[in-house]
């Protein structure tokens, strides 16, 4: 199973970028689905993104598309949440996630994730 441990949060105004990294250790990053999801005070986690283990396919929430772009280095093991155009409603922490593969990353059924990182939008 991977380890996984986010950076990059932050605080933001609104319309700003950041951009969340998620470092992977141990065995089989190669064959894992990775995702992003992420939990406001009061809310549901929420499933943001997916990336297949190769690159292939990919899936956004709707509220994020245009905006958010997933992407992964299995040789650098790292993988990456570009967020731009960012609104107060994004304001979450927001987690990196391991699925056994895209379908089930898709469904939401991950099998390991890291601690997370805060993301504030605010002006």
């Known amino acids: 199973q991977l380890q996984l441990v986010e950076s990059g949060g932050g605080l933001v105004q609104p319309g700003g970028s950041l951009r969340l990294s998620c470092a992977a250790s141990g065995f089989g990053m190669d064959y894992v689905a990775i995702g992003w999801f992420r939990q406001a005070p009061g809310k549901a986690r929420e499933r943001v993104s997916c990336?297949?283990?190769?690159?292939?396919?990919?899936d956004y929430v709707d509220s994020v598309k245009g905006r958010f772009t997933i992407s992964r280095d299995n040789a650098k093991m790292t993988a990456w949440l570009q967020m731009t155009s960012l609104k107060p409603e994004d304001t979450a922490v927001y987690y990196c996630?391991?699925?056994?593969?895209?379908?089930?990353?898709?469904?939401?059924?991950?099998?390991?994730w890291g601690r997370g990182t805060q993301v504030t939008v605010s002006s």
């Open positions: 996630a391991s699925a056994p593969d895209y379908r089930q990353c898709v469904g939401g059924l991950f099998d390991a």
């Open positions: 990336l297949s283990s190769s690159s292939a396919s990919m």
